[in-house]
């Protein structure tokens, strides 16, 4: 049995029996980001930084979603929303975990924090898509924070070994220079509480 949004999340998008187009699908996309700001915004870990893109790509086949963590924007799989947007608030909301865990210097993976706060989406009623976005394990939350000193980008791991050799692509595809990242303990996994 699918949930029936609750009234101040309901949209007529989410029963059409019609394809969107490219428009239509933006501005449905556009509706549900403004509302799940209130999620993402002056929360005790903090805020997702203002500036969020979202785009649709026709060329994704795999995946309904994607949170490009280094340019501060979701794709979204435009052949399959078109066909069927009913999803398209769950895979949205997903997506901005990701980015607003990463705004907020966490582990932006699928670690009990990420699934603690994708809880927040039921008390909305939306359709949730059993199928999707369902991973088989939860990750554990990084020790490590590797970040650029130039563009600030981060990479979260468990492993203190540092790479002398590698440097950050994205600075490198901008300018072609070289920046190795600094390392730091990530305290803020110890945060996580009675998750």
């Avoid at 399959?80 to 895979?91: I, N, Q």
């Avoid at 563009?151 to 468990?158: A, P, R, S, V, Y």
């Avoid at 050799?165 to 300018?175: A, D, I, K, V, W």
Wanted: charged share 25%; glycine share 4%; with cysteine.
């Amino acid at each position: 049995m699918t949930n029936i949004p609750r009234p101040e999340w309901d949209h007529p998008y989410l029963h059409t029996r019609q394809e969107l187009s490219r428009q239509q699908l933006e501005a449905f996309a556009y509706h549900y980001f403004l509302k799940f700001l209130m999620f993402f915004r002056d929360q005790p870990e903090g805020s997702i930084r203002p500036g969020l893109e979202i785009k649709y790509s026709a060329k994704m086949k795999h995946k309904l979603g994607l949170a490009d963590l280094f340019n501060h924007n979701i794709r979204l799989n435009y052949n399959y929303f078109r066909k069927d947007p009913a999803l398209l608030p769950y895979t949205l909301f997903h997506e901005m975990i990701h980015i607003w865990l990463y705004n907020c210097d966490l582990d932006p993976g699928h670690t009990r924090r990420f699934y603690f706060k994708m809880k927040f989406f039921e008390a909305t009623k939306l359709p949730i898509d059993q199928k999707v976005h369902i991973h088989k394990r939860v990750a554990s939350e990084a020790k490590f924070v590797f970040t650029c000193p130039n563009c600030k980008n981060k990479w979260f791991t468990n492993s203190p070994k540092e790479d002398k050799r590698l440097y950050c692509g994205f600075c490198y595809e901008q300018s072609k220079e070289k920046y190795y990242p600094v390392k730091f303990t990530n305290h803020n996994r110890h945060s996580l509480g009675n998750l």
